[in-house]
């Protein structure tokens, strides 16, 4: 799902991409932080875990997740904490038929 969802819409934004590999939430946080309008694509325990760690009143602009079901108490505390919140489901197959 990272190729159409992230990098194809980052560059019809008319930004470079950043794929980020690590699972350490705090590197993230700080990388979302230094972004402009940041487009964040992960699973939903990523997800998670930062809309945990984010302060009061902090909201990552725009979130994507896939991959899992969503429960309903973490969907709430990541769409408290997005400026925009997306789902997708059946993303990787539609991908390679998109291909």
């Known amino acids: 799902y990272g190729l159409i969802c992230g990098v194809m819409v980052a560059l019809k934004r008319g930004q470079t991409p950043a ?6 939430p705090k590197f ?6 230094e972004t402009e309008r940041p487009y964040l694509i992960s699973s939903p325990a990523i997800l998670h ?3 945990r760690l984010l ?3 902090e909201q990552i602009h725009a ?3 896939s991959g899992t079901l969503l429960p309903d108490p973490w969907f709430e505390q990541i769409r408290a904490k997005s400026k925009h919140m997306l ?9 390679c038929i998109a291909i």
């Open 49 to 51: 875990t930062l809309a």
């Open 63 to 65: 979130t994507m997740t």
């Open 28 to 33: 993230l946080l700080r990388k979302l932080r």
């Open 55 to 57: 302060p009061a009143g």
């Open 87 to 95: 789902q997708q489901y059946g993303c990787s197959e539609a991908g």
């Open 19 to 24: 794929i980020l590999d690590t699972g350490n």
